[in-house]
């Protein structure tokens, strides 16, 4: 009986972080890479890149996070920043579904990737914090 409660405790203890967090945004860019946005707690986490091994990984609390929203909710997006990098991540549901990320610094964008028509986009229409 102490083993099966030993078993029950550490196995309670493993699985509630990984409860506590909700995706808010997940999507395969055409460039094969997953990008994700997670609710992980307080705060949202960004993680981009090969599925299981993401190449950047960061943090925002929640509250520091732009969030808007079209009128109708024809489209929604988010915007974290990591190291004075700004990550406006979009999402629209006009016509064709579609997604992406679009990244600057001081107003040059770096990159824009967009998510891959072909595949599940889960988006940002319960991102509402």
């Not at 990320?101 to 001081?106: A, D, E, L, P």
Request: hydrophobic share 35%; net charge positive; aromatic share 10%.
């Amino acid at each position: 009986m102490k083993k099966l409660a030993l078993i029950t405790v550490l196995f309670t203890a493993t699985i509630q972080p990984t409860m506590a967090n909700s995706t808010i945004f997940s999507c395969f860019m055409k460039n094969g890479k997953h990008l994700s946005i997670e609710k992980v707690g307080s705060n949202y986490q960004y993680s981009y890149g090969k599925p299981g091994k993401p190449e950047m990984v960061f943090t925002n609390r929640i509250s520091d996070v732009e969030n808007t929203r079209d009128s109708g909710i024809q489209a929604m997006n988010i915007t974290m920043f990591n190291k004075g990098v700004e990550y406006f991540i979009w999402n629209n549901f006009v016509r064709e579904a579609g997604g992406g990320v679009s990244v600057s610094k001081n107003g040059k964008e770096l990159a824009n990737t967009y998510c891959d028509p072909n595949r599940e986009i889960y988006g940002l229409e319960n991102s509402a914090h």
